[in-house]
Structure formats: structure tokens, C-alpha cells
């Protein structure tokens, strides 16, 4: 395993701020549910330089990759276990064992409320059969394909919540921290980059829990020049505990590319959707001409890598 990872280091295509990298959002999630292994195996084989894991934990403290803290919207939870609802009505993966989980089936994300899946033009709702894979196995997975294929692919996990999880109980960044160390990742010349939306804990992550490798902010909508604010610190603060920012895709990304390099920061915007395009792009050609020609982002996030990585690396 260990030679697998080390092998990684000199694809880190964009880390050096050579050539940007292309980060396939939830796996290959624009051709099949996300964060399934299914959707992670086809984005390493559609080219993506990195594969994104949001990570929240289960009842017994295990992490599992799935977007939200919630089961209810991208599995069959509700008929397979209708009673186990908070008093909001939601599903809570903290609420279920490993073993429950891997009971359900995974599906394309739907609505709350309509039960229709979200982006219809994707693979249908309820299909086939999918699992909830916890991390150490997506890790596998990864480090699996890296060797069968002779190509690298690096990891992109995302701490989910980490306030929340702490509150009940649970430190999801000290559980994973160790899982990435132990599968070889563990400096800024391995092919991880830790993600995180709370500055606290991307603080925290670096300093008191020792995180040497990669870490990015992701910071949710940023405009050009916008004020600092108890919330949203400086690019400055950031600069020095993180390596880069994920803001939003926004009409006036160029400024806060250049704010952010001129700080030191590499930028990783979210999330390229050729199925929900941004309402100012007037094409996906377009987006990508600015975000990559243009604004000169370090890397990005999308639900359809193959689209990414043809224009970024000029169909690698
Ligand atoms: O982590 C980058 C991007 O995934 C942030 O948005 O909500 O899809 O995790 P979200
Ligand atoms: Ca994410």
C-alpha cells in the first residue's frame, strides 16, 4: 500500500500549480449516485487527478462517505427503518450502525420533500443496487485502481460538520485523521487534500491535531472584496493554516482567484454541474474557458470529470 501512495507523489498535477487538477465531485455523480464505489471507479477511469469523499460518522464511530449527516435522501432508509427518525422527521447516519447502514441501498439523491430526484436527466432513482461505502473502503478502492491501472489518483476528503458531530459526542476529525495517516497519507507531497467548511476546525486540524498535509477552506460563497466578518476570516488568517480555498463558482471568480494566489492560496472552486449550470454561464465551454484560461483556478470540482479533464488536460 504504502508503495502505491509514494508512487503518487510526482502525478500531483496542480499542487505544484503546474496544471490544474480536475476533483470528481461525489465520484463520477453526473452518470451515477454519488459517493457510491461505482461512481468513484468511474472517475478514475474518466481521468480525475483527484476523487472527492465527504465523510460523516456512524452510530459506532465508523466514517462512511455520503454528503449529508442526514440517510434520508439518497437511500431507501425510511421503508427499511420507518420508526428510527428524530423528531424533525430526518434519518441521522450518527443514529445507525455500520451494520444497519450497509442494509439500505444507496440511490440518486431526491428530494426531501417531492421524493423526485434532484437533477432528472441522470440515473434513474431507485436502479440497480448500491451500498454506502464507509472510507477504508473507498480508500481501497483507490489505491486498488492506482495500482491495476498504473494511474494516480489522489483523495479529496471532506470532514462533514465536525461542530455538530462533536456536540453529539462524536470528534469525526480525530477518527479520520489517523485512517488517512495509516493509508500512507500523511504529508503535503502525498495525493490527499483535507477539506473542511468550518475554519475552527481547519484550525484545530492543523494545530492541535497535527495535520501535515494539505488542507483547503472551503469557504462557500466569496465576493470580490468582501469585508471580513466573525464568520468568513481574512485570506490572510487562512494563509496561515491552510493551503488553499474552495468558494463557490461566481460570476466574478477571477478576483478571487487573484486575491487568493496574491495571498498564497491555491483555489478549487465548486461545483461544475453541465446539467445546472450557474444562471450568468452561458455554456459549459464558456465556464470552463474562464474558470481554467481565464481565471486560472488550481483545480475544480465537478460532477462530470470527463468534461473537466478534456478541457483541462486536453482530453487526458
Ligand atoms: O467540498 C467541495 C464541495 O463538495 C462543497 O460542497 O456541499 O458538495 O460538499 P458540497
Ligand atoms: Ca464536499
Redesign the pocket.
Known sequence: MMKTIATLSSALVGIAGAQPIVIA??GASGYLPEHTLEAKAMAHAMGADFI?Q?IVLTKDDVPVVM?DIYLDTISDVAQKFPDRHRANGRYYALDFTLAEIKQLNATERFSEKTGKQVYPKRFPKGASSFQIPTLEEELELIEGLNKSTGRAAGIYP?IKQPKWHRSEGHDISAIVLPILKKHGYATKTDACIV?CFEFEEVKRIRTELGWEGRLIY?MGSFKKGEKVTNEKPSLAEIAKVADGI?PAISADIVDVVAQAHAAGLQVHP??LRIDDLPKWAKSTEELLHLLFDVAKVDGL?SDFPDVAVRHAHGGK
Open positions: 465531485h461525489r472527492e465527504d454528503h471532506e477539506q472551503l474552495g465548486y461545483t470540482f
